[in-house]
């Protein structure tokens, strides 16, 4: 029995979770968030794209991965976000993290941010349309 390949391109979604730890506050918000004080924070990339029938695939994991670790991790994973960002919120950092991501990750359409497990963001780019 022969086995099968997939000669034609299909759509299809690839997903690479993160995560980081890191300090922030919050300097437009009036509560305890105003405070110094520090999450564990999850992420998800998601990029979409047609399946190359040549390599299988939409995108390596490998080049997702090395990407987030450079252009994210290296500059959010125990840091102070409020270095990066003015207001760092997980609206501002999940854009964030998209467009620092962007130049480098072609097909990317999607970053889900959970500052805590029961509550994320999605970031879809500039395009004015929420999740
Ligand atoms: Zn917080």
Redesign the pocket.
């Known amino acids: 029995m022969p086995t099968i390949d997939y000669v034609d391109a299909r759509r299809a979604r690839l997903e690479v979770e993160f995560h980081f730890a890191a300090a ?1 506050r ?1 300097p437009r918000y009036e509560g305890p ?1 105003f405070r110094m ?1 520090g ?1 564990n924070y999850t992420f998800t990339v998601a990029l979409e794209g047609e399946v190359d029938p040549a390599t299988g695939m939409v995108a390596d994991f490998g080049v997702v991965k090395g990407a987030v670790q450079e252009q994210v991790l290296a500059r959010c994973d125990h840091r102070t976000l409020n270095d990066v960002l003015e207001n760092p919120t997980a609206e501002n950092i999940a854009r964030w993290i998209f467009e620092t991501l962007e130049p480098r990750l072609p097909g990317l359409v999607e970053v889900r941010l959970f ?1 805590i497990p029961d509550s994320c963001v999605v970031y879809r780019g500039g395009r004015g349309r929420a999740a």
């Open positions: 922030h919050l968030c004080h999450h500052e």
